[in-house]
């Protein structure tokens, strides 16, 4: 991630207080984590510390400053895997120091590093006969990267032999690609052509719009078996077969790189029917993320291409300085092998049948989750991996192809927590009497994605779900609210993607805080419309009246009198205050995780906000800085109270 320099001097030097003690030159108290010289004084952020610390003062600093972090199991918002299991902790803890690119120094990992691209071409169905190829990644995004570039060098070489101009490359895929993709295509110099998606299309690639942006330029397609928008599978066979009847009528051949970074680790255990991987000859290579659902810590991934002749030779770099002859294709050389030695542990220790159970799971309580959140009747669920095929949100939200059954009610969450999930999983648990046959429902990641209704939006419209998802993370779920791609974007949803740590009684637990979350956001409507009908501009966020000239003494400075300095401590918040209430939920923001509600946070957010302004005035008052004769409250005139409710007169 790319990060600006901060100048420490100006930062620290503006913020510093006269007088400011600091502990740093007491040698005693250098050993305690508590009381060492970092307690009192400053803490080196942007400027490399001249001396030493103690061990044990270095890792309390780190360690309490990491407590400010999520709970990353109830991280609903990350697809990566958050537990292994102790032995599998004991096994990358000691690997930990070994580089997976000294190949001739670490031989046994490079054996367990074969190993796996075995079982990975094993699991994505490579051909009998045909030998697949591979290598661990960082992730997804470098194995995107290296897909992408083989599939550009094969295009390229066949233009070139067949006399064709190659200055023009382009790739396909859908709008709701992850950036990884887009990435790809602006440093590699290569057009993106993004196909629209839409709810017809389930947020996700539609195949015969694709195929409309097809020429003799096009390098291959990306598609996407897991949208990290919705979690729908995109159709990676369609579009297989509308690439060969393409190729059969013009002689353009369009090669597939599947972006299995979730679904690489879930289609093949619980839609092993499903066709996306190696089986299909359009499909040349495929990556995935060991640290998502292959169920590792970050960050591993993997890319395999379909035979060895997708892979052009030109790519593959050999080298000789590390005491023996080495072949590599990557953008990294020095890595942890670690990750993948916990790959290699989890396939071994869970096997076919353990990772079919854990992807299961995941599912079934992704379908719990989205009937739970239809129940409540205040949401739509535009997942469709609890619906039965042949249904989607598409179908349940156009008449012409709606089901009564399947209608989302809009009653608003009026009853007790308690009184709602009751409720709720009354309904539930009538649902998944027949819930064991996965094959019934639609394919698609373990992700629910949600929003409002038409009609619970109408009948609250100051409820926004960006502020349910800030009420969420006062109770510790981290629930992302953010706009579907373009052609859609005027559409926010929440998601939640259900890893393995979401269990059964965690999903209870939401729903109750979820609930909790609406009652606040409805109950709070009558504040909220009071404080947007309220005469004090501070609150409101009205234009201020204009502030008079001040009156200044012979040397420049503004003549102070105790009387005004008195006025303006009672009035100048109207300094630090004037911005709505909006804006200083933005300040409390951070900490709002560790308030009782949002009330709380406000509360605290002004008491702040209104200390730092008496100390403002202080400071202003000491070194003589004009600030003007406007006052507000007791210290307003008349005529300047009555040209403000006039203002206000028909606000409400």
Same mark, same amino acid.
């Given at each position: 991630m790319l990060v600006a320099n901060v100048d420490p001097e100006e930062i620290v030097q503006s913020a510093r207080v006269q007088g400011h003690a600091s502990m740093r030159r007491d040698p005693e108290l250098h050993s305690l984590a508590y009381g060492s010289r970092?307690?009192?004084?400053?803490?080196?952020?942007?400027?490399?510390?001249e001396e030493s610390s103690p061990a044990s003062v270095a890792y309390q600093l780190?360690?309490?400053?990491?407590?400010?972090?999520?709970?990353? $199991?109830?991280?609903?918002?990350?697809?990566?895997?958050?537990?292994?299991?102790?032995?599998?902790?004991? *096994?990358?803890?000691?690997? %930990?120091?070994?580089?997976?690119?000294?190949?001739?120094?670490?031989?046994?990992?490079?054996?367990?590093?074969?190993?796996? %691209? +075995?079982?990975?071409?094993? *699991?994505?169905?490579?051909?009998?006969?045909?030998?697949?190829?591979?290598?661990?990644?960082?992730?997804?995004?470098?194995?995107?990267? *290296?897909?992408g570039l083989a599939m550009k060098w094969r295009w390229r070489a066949r233009r070139q032999k067949e006399g064709k101009d190659a200055s023009k490359p382009n790739i396909v895929f859908g709008a709701n690609a992850q950036v990884a993709l887009e990435?790809?295509?602006?440093?590699?110099?290569?057009?993106? =052509?993004?196909?629209?998606? +839409?709810? =017809?299309?389930h947020f996700a690639l539609d195949a015969d719009e694709a195929l409309k942006l097809i020429d003799g330029n096009t390098i291959g397609m990306f598609v996407i078996l897991g949208s990290t928008y919705t979690g729908h599978f995109e159709p990676v066979a369609r579009m297989a077969e509308l690439l060969d009847d393409l190729q059969a009528r013009t002689g353009i051949d369009v090669p597939i790189h599947v972006d299995a970074a979730s679904g690489g680790f879930i289609a093949p255990f619980v839609y092993p029917d499903l066709k996306w991987s190696f089986e299909?000859? =359009?499909?040349?290579?495929?990556?995935?993320?060991?640290?998502?659902?292959g169920l590792v810590y970050p960050g591993v991934g993997w890319v395999l291409w379909r035979e060895e002749a997708n892979l052009p030779k030109e790519l593959i770099f050999e080298l000789h300085y590390l005491g023996g002859s080495e072949e590599t294709y990557t953008l990294n050389f020095s890595r942890p092998a670690c990750q993948v030695i916990g790959q290699y542990y989890n396939f071994i220790r869970l096997g076919r049948q353990g990772y079919t159970r854990i992807a299961g799971n995941g599912l079934a309580n992704a379908r719990l989750l989205?009937? +739970?959140?239809?129940?409540?009747?205040?949401?739509?669920?535009?997942?469709? %991996?609890?619906?039965?095929?042949?249904e989607s949100y598409y179908t349940v939200t156009h008449p012409d192809a709606n089901d009564d059954v399947h209608k989302v009610s809009a009653t608003p969450a009026t009853k007790s927590p308690d009184d709602l999930f009751q409720k709720v999983q009354a309904g539930v648990n009538q649902l $998944?009497?027949?819930d064991e046959d996965i094959n019934r429902f639609n394919a698609g990641l373990p992700v629910v994605t949600f929003k409002f209704t038409p009609e619970f939006k109408a009948e609250y419209p100051l409820a926004h779900q960006s502020a349910l998802s800030l009420l969420l993370r006062v109770k510790g779920w981290i629930v992302p609210n953010y706009e579907l791609p373009p052609h859609c974007a005027d559409v926010q949803i929440l998601r939640v993607v259900v890893r393995e740590g979401l269990s059964e009684d965690m999903i209870d637990q939401f729903i109750r805080d979820l609930v909790w979350a609406l009652k606040m956001l409805t109950e709070a409507r009558e504040d909220v419309q009071a404080l947007l009908c309220s005469k004090d501009p501070v609150v409101s966020g009205a234009p201020m009246d204009p502030i008079p000239q001040a009156q200044l003494s012979h040397n420049g400075r503004e003549e102070v009198s105790p009387t005004t300095l008195a006025e303006r401590d009672q009035s100048g918040k109207h300094l630090f205050l004037t911005a709505k209430l909006d804006k200083m939920s933005d300040y409390a923001k951070d900490r709002l995780h560790a308030r009782k509600n949002w009330k709380?946070?406000?509360?605290?957010?002004?008491?702040?906000?209104?200390?730092?302004?008496?100390?403002?005035?202080?400071?202003?008052? =000491?070194?003589? %800085?004009? *600030?003007?004769?406007?006052?507000?409250?007791?210290?307003?005139?008349?005529?300047?109270?009555?040209?403000?409710?006039?203002?206000?007169?028909?606000?409400?």
């Open positions: 970092y307690a009192v004084g400053d803490i080196p952020k942007f400027a490399f510390p780190v360690h309490d400053e990491m407590q400010f972090d999520g709970n990353p $199991l109830m991280n609903c918002a990350s697809f990566v895997h958050t537990w292994m299991e102790p032995e599998a902790e004991k *096994l990358i803890m000691e690997n %930990i120091n070994k580089n997976l690119a000294d190949q001739d120094e670490y031989p046994a990992t490079q054996l367990v590093h074969a190993r796996c %691209i +075995s079982y990975l071409a094993n *699991l994505w169905k490579t051909p009998k006969g045909v030998k697949a190829v591979g290598t661990a990644t960082t992730g997804s995004s470098e194995g995107i990267f *290296l897909g990435k790809f295509a602006r440093y590699s110099d290569v057009e993106a =052509r993004l196909v629209p998606v +839409s709810s =017809r299309s299909l000859p =359009r499909v040349v290579s495929i990556n995935a993320s060991g640290h998502k659902f989205s009937r +739970s959140l239809e129940k409540i009747g205040v949401f739509e669920v535009l997942s469709d %991996i609890h619906r039965p095929k042949g $998944l009497k027949d709380e946070a406000f509360a605290w957010a002004r008491e702040n906000l209104t200390n730092a302004r008496d100390s403002a005035w202080k400071r202003a008052h =000491r070194k003589g %800085i004009p *600030l003007g004769e406007h006052t507000l409250g007791g210290g307003k005139s008349p005529e300047s109270k009555a040209k403000g409710q006039a203002s206000y007169s028909g606000a409400c």
